[in-house]
């Protein structure tokens, strides 16, 4: 667990504080922003008797890309780093959280063991990508190789939509324990109600457009982005008796670099090593924190552009010899 004497933990407590005002007004302009697009995807609306379809598609991303902006402001929410004290915020992340197919007894529960556990070899890898080392690889049974590499796929990323989110943290979570993540159980049917009623009200187009499409990309973003955070070149492993947290948050998150657009979109989560070294910043913050911290000024970073996310997604073992991740070929 976390050294609470930690130097650099320490140093960011400071930066660990919420603007209430500031909070909510990221938390409503993005709601309202998602709505108005969303919105936007339907054929026809109050005062617009036709919407052409140029535009339905064009905000259907927009409305992708603005769940992936309120996720991430849900995700500084569940780690109670914006707006701790509202149970008005609370409420309305967890109708978001039903909403967005990931209940809050699910996300937070394993994203907090992500935490508490981020690179060590050794730990159940709840809430993240599995790793095994090249030993384990070798001597793993085909089922499990199977299993391990299809987790790890790239169509599983770009499907998290299906995978990740759907399968991973609605339908297998209530299966496993249904008292427990009742929840999920909600988002799983609230789902597909929406899905049956934009079928019935507006047709099989709008279904695509307002859930389907922008659901996949949003996911897809996502699932890329938490992997690539804690799986790129340079990473690093460690079994439990050489895991430190500060470690941990330096050596193995990683800095995405993105332009400013991208920035707004992942609410900041690109700043991965800050957040994983304290998780009471909110993400307004982070860059304030890159900026004011020198000793976080070099981390080992990726970006967005297509070599960096292919040496990232072929990236599959981790090899102790060597102290890096390699791929499988000619293991």
Same mark, same amino acid.
């Given at each position: 667990?976390?050294?609470?004497?930690? /130097?650099?933990?320490?140093?960011?407590?400071?930066?660990?504080?919420?603007? /209430?005002?500031?909070?909510?007004?990221?938390?409503? +302009?993005?709601?309202?922003?998602?709505?108005?697009?969303?919105?936007?995807?339907?054929?026809?609306?109050?005062?617009?008797? *036709?919407?052409?379809?140029?535009?339905?598609?064009?905000?259907?991303?927009?409305?992708?890309?603005?769940?992936?902006?309120?996720?991430?402001?849900? *995700?500084?929410?569940?780690?109670?780093?914006?707006?701790?004290?509202?149970?008005?915020? !609370?409420?309305?992340?967890?109708?978001?959280?039903?909403?967005?197919?990931?209940?809050?007894?699910?996300?937070? +529960?394993?994203?907090?063991?992500?935490?508490?556990?981020? +690179?060590?070899?050794?730990?159940?890898?709840?809430?993240?990508?599995?790793?095994?080392?090249? !030993?384990?690889?070798?001597?793993?049974?085909?089922? !499990?190789?199977?299993?391990?590499?299809?987790?790890?796929?790239?169509?599983?990323?770009?499907?998290?939509?299906?995978?990740?989110?759907?399968?991973?943290?609605?339908?297998?979570?209530?299966?496993?324990?249904?008292?427990?993540?009742?929840?999920?159980?909600?988002?799983?049917?609230?789902?597909?109600?929406?899905?049956?009623?934009?079928?019935? %009200?507006?047709?099989?187009?709008?279904? %695509?457009?307002?859930?389907? %499409?922008?659901?996949?990309?949003?996911?897809?973003?996502?699932?890329?982005?938490?992997?690539?955070?804690?799986?790129?070149?340079?990473?690093?492993?460690?079994?439990?008796?050489?895991?430190?947290?500060?470690?941990?948050?330096?050596?193995?998150?990683?800095?995405?670099?993105?332009?400013?657009?991208?920035?707004?979109?992942?609410?900041?989560?690109?700043?991965? *090593?800050?957040?994983?070294?304290?998780?009471?910043?909110?993400?307004?913050?982070?860059? !304030?924190?890159?900026?004011?911290?020198?000793?976080?000024?070099?981390?080992?970073?990726?970006?967005?552009?297509?070599?960096?996310?292919?040496?990232?997604?072929?990236?599959?073992?981790?090899?102790?010899?060597?102290?890096?991740?390699?791929?499988?070929?000619?293991?």
């Amino acid at each position: 667990m976390m050294n609470p004497d930690s /130097t650099l933990h320490a140093r960011t407590k400071p930066f660990a504080k919420d603007d /209430t005002l500031k909070s909510w007004w990221f938390v409503l +302009s993005t709601t309202f922003f998602l709505a108005v697009a969303s919105a936007g995807t339907l054929p026809r609306l109050p005062l617009i008797p *036709h919407v052409a379809l140029a535009v339905r598609i064009v905000c259907s991303v927009m409305t992708g890309m603005l769940i992936l902006r309120l996720f991430v402001i849900y *995700h500084d929410q569940q780690h109670r780093a914006i707006l701790p004290k509202s149970r008005i915020a !609370e409420i309305f992340m967890r109708v978001f959280g039903i909403w967005v197919l990931s209940p809050s007894s699910i996300w937070r +529960s394993s994203h907090d063991y992500h935490h508490a556990h981020n +690179s060590k070899l050794r730990s159940a890898h709840i809430g993240s990508y599995p790793v095994m080392t090249k !030993e384990q690889y070798k001597i793993s049974s085909r089922g !499990e190789r199977f299993t391990y590499l299809f987790m790890r796929h790239p169509l599983t990323i770009l499907f998290g939509y299906v995978f990740v989110f759907l399968y991973g943290m609605v339908v297998n979570p209530f299966l496993n324990n249904p008292r427990k993540h009742f929840d999920c159980l909600l988002a799983l049917l609230l789902h597909i109600a929406i899905g049956v009623t934009l079928v019935v %009200c507006s047709g099989w187009v709008s279904l %695509c457009l307002m859930l389907v %499409c922008p659901r996949v990309l949003a996911c897809a973003m996502g699932s890329y982005l938490f992997y690539a955070q804690h799986n790129f070149p340079g990473v690093s492993f460690k079994d439990k008796a050489g895991w430190t947290f500060e470690k941990a948050a330096l050596e193995s998150s990683s800095y995405m670099k993105t332009n400013p657009v991208m920035a707004w979109f992942t609410g900041n989560i690109g700043y991965h *090593h800050i957040h994983h070294l304290n998780h009471k910043i909110p993400f307004y913050r982070l860059p !304030e924190v890159l900026e004011k911290m020198p000793e976080l000024q070099n981390p080992k970073t990726t970006t967005l552009r297509p070599s960096d996310i292919l040496h990232c997604l072929r990236l599959k073992v981790w090899d102790v010899e060597t102290q890096t991740m390699v791929g499988v070929r000619g293991l």
